[in-house]
């Protein structure tokens, strides 16, 4: 059973880091492209970053280039997302995905973690 468990959200204020992580399990995580999606409260899903399976290849929307890094430990199986000069409209749940460039919502989706961003 494909098991995904995001933390590391909360509130921050405008300007600050955040740094997510996404624990993964019950499938081969190291032979898997992984995104992090986020959604904005009243608004659709918005897909964030995608990473190859070596985590040799990486890409991110307009919305969060040169503020944000996606990485990921295939040792620890984990998925990580470095997120700094947080602005407000950053304010959303994040989720973590198997996939490249995901967009869409699947039934073994964590929770996701809740980022506040806020003065």
């Known amino acids: 059973e494909v098991q995904l468990v995001e933390s590391g959200g909360g509130l921050v204020q405008p300007g600050g880091s955040l740094r997510l992580s996404c624990a993964a399990s019950?499938?081969?995580?190291?032979?898997?492209?992984m995104s992090w999606v986020r959604q904005a409260p009243g608004k659709g899903l918005e897909w964030v970053s995608s990473?190859?399976?070596?985590?040799?290849?990486?890409t991110y929307a307009d919305s969060v280039k040169g503020r944000f890094t996606i990485s990921r430990d295939n040792a620890k199986n984990t998925l990580y997302l470095q997120m700094n000069s947080l602005k407000p409209e950053d304010t959303a749940v994040y989720y973590c995905?198997?996939?490249?460039?995901?967009?869409?919502?699947?039934?073994?989706w964590g929770q996701g973690t809740q980022v506040t961003v806020s003065s």
């Open positions: 995905s198997k996939g490249w460039q995901v967009t869409r919502k699947y039934d073994y």
């Open positions: 019950g499938f081969a995580f190291s032979a898997n492209f």
């Open positions: 990473i190859t399976n070596d985590g040799g290849i990486t």
